[in-house]
């Protein structure tokens, strides 16, 4: 009997709050329509009507998910599951609790269940949060998405003020800060497939492309200095894996990046995995591997210990040819020093052709060395300035071997670091260095992974992902346990 009525309150219910709601939306909108129509049309009262229709609206939607969301859990608590299992853990019914979910529509008040964990001391759960999504600090997921992509390129204080004036909200510091670390924490688990995937994509636009090269996969580290609070400027690690099709024409870019942190560990092993992963998925021939870094210690450190000896995943026993490519643009930076030292202000002229010959003749460098010495003996010059001079010299002569410049043009590789050098600006500079900032390194990673996650294309697939990858709570049943009754065989008489 109870079952038969059931089906019959639910849609009488759900059918007289959505009468409720949407009469309030029409009277409300109306009202207006009415004032703004009995009133000469003038830019003010247009803005006006605009904004009451949206705060009209917005005051629906509040109802709208406020009874939709409360309408996913019974009322009665005899209806609700007296045991659920989350993540390993069991946790039992206990009473229902209000709270306040934020959404984008505003704030909603939604009462639910609290369950209790069975090991006494661990937090408890609500179901129906975890179920609908709200993260930490009571947020739908998604306002929690909208709010991080807004803290990709604005400051906190700055996203603080948008929400209070497009969503009515009112949030400190501490809640903003834990909403973006939760939506970081699930959505940063599917960067490097999301990012892997990308790479292969391009890989497949190159292999298709017209062209007298092969395609190259080409890898790049960088560091830039950031300000971390109560320890002065500190080098973070930005590193960057792009693709060029067969005329050399670079098809996409994924970033990676990591704050301050000793011999920059996170970032090899970031980098590391994302290489090794696209280089095993890779179906088709090897593309042609490129490394292209300035001479710093953590980008040699990485590229002896690291790529040098990397094995091929896909053929054991084989290593796989990583061609280290100097910056053309960092090199010739030592050029220029060379052109200080022999010519003071001038020399502009000598320093063009020996740029030149660096990227166009056979044995560029050794050409370039030459020609500094011999203008080095007709000159006179200061104990200071020779010791500048030899030290660009031997420079140049020691990472020769890296700078055959016109072979690797021929090859279609690139020269140039570019790519990388502007990817410590976009990760890094354009949101974590504006004046005045000073930044945790954890509070700063979050908002480095949210940057790399934007910035590589993948924002939308890994929030896709994230979202259908999310554990649910699991009902527990209880099975009514009966003892089994004893039998006694009788013979036959």
Not at 71 to 92: L, M, N, S, W
Request: charged share 30%.
């Amino acid at each position: 009997m109870e079952q038969s009525t059931r089906p019959a309150v639910a849609p009488t219910s759900a059918a007289a709050a959505e009468a409720g709601w949407l009469t309030r939306l029409r009277e409300r909108v109306e009202r207006q329509r009415r004032q703004f129509e009995g009133r000469p049309p003038t830019p003010a009262a247009a803005y006006e009507f605009e904004r009451e229709v949206r705060a009209a609206l917005d005051e629906a939607g509040r109802a709208i998910v406020r009874e939709a969301f409360q309408g996913r859990e019974p009322a009665e608590p005899c209806q609700a599951d007296p045991e659920v299992r989350y993540r390993g853990d069991r946790y039992r019914r206990n009473k229902r609790t209000p709270c306040e979910v934020a959404t984008t529509f505003g704030p909603i008040a939604l009462s639910s269940f609290l369950y209790l964990n069975e090991h006494d001391g661990e937090p408890g759960l609500h179901p129906l949060h975890v179920r609908l999504g709200i993260v930490a600090g009571g947020a739908t997921a998604r306002l929690a998405e909208r709010v991080a992509r807004l803290a990709v390129d604005f400051s906190q204080a700055e996203v603080r003020r948008w929400l209070e004036a497009e969503h009515g909200l009112r949030w400190s510091n501490d809640r903003l800060r834990r909403v973006l670390r939760e939506f970081r924490r699930t959505a940063v688990a599917f960067r490097a497939e999301a990012q892997v995937e990308r790479v292969l994509g391009w890989l497949t636009a190159a292999q298709a492309s017209r062209g007298r090269h092969r395609p190259v996969l080409a890898a790049g580290r960088d560091g830039v200095m950031v300000p971390i609070r109560g320890h002065g400027y500190q080098e973070a690690a930005a590193a960057t894996v792009s693709v060029y099709d067969r005329r050399g024409k670079r098809l996409g870019t994924v970033y990676l990046g990591h704050m301050p942190e000793a011999h920059q560990r996170a970032m090899s092993d970031a980098l590391t995995g994302l290489l090794r992963a696209v280089l095993a998925s890779w179906p088709g021939p090897t593309p042609r591997l490129a490394y292209v870094t300035d001479k710093g210690q953590a980008a040699e450190e990485y590229y002896r210990r690291v790529l040098r000896p990397m094995a091929d995943p896909r053929h054991p026993g084989k290593r796989l040819t990583w061609e280290w490519v100097l910056d053309y643009f960092h090199v010739a930076g030592y050029v220029g020093k060379l052109r200080e030292a022999l010519f003071g202000a001038g020399g502009q002229h000598w320093a063009g052709r020996m740029r030149h010959w660096l990227k166009q003749r056979r044995q560029g460098v050794a050409n370039v060395l030459r020609s500094a010495v011999q203008h080095y003996h007709r000159r006179r010059l200061s104990r200071a300035v020779r010791a500048e001079f030899w030290k660009a010299y031997r420079y140049l002569r020691r990472h020769s071997r890296w700078m055959d410049y016109p072979r690797l043009r021929r090859q279609g590789l690139p020269i140039g670091s570019g790519v990388t050098e502007a990817a410590c600006k976009t990760v890094f500079t354009q949101r974590l260095k504006r004046s005045g900032m000073r930044w945790q390194r954890e509070s700063g990673q979050v908002i480095v992974d949210l940057r790399v996650l934007h910035l590589s294309g993948i924002w939308a697939e890994v929030v896709r992902r994230d979202l259908q990858a999310r554990p649910l709570p699991e009902p527990i049943r209880r099975v009514s346990y009966k003892p089994r009754t004893t039998r006694t065989l009788k013979k036959p008489a």
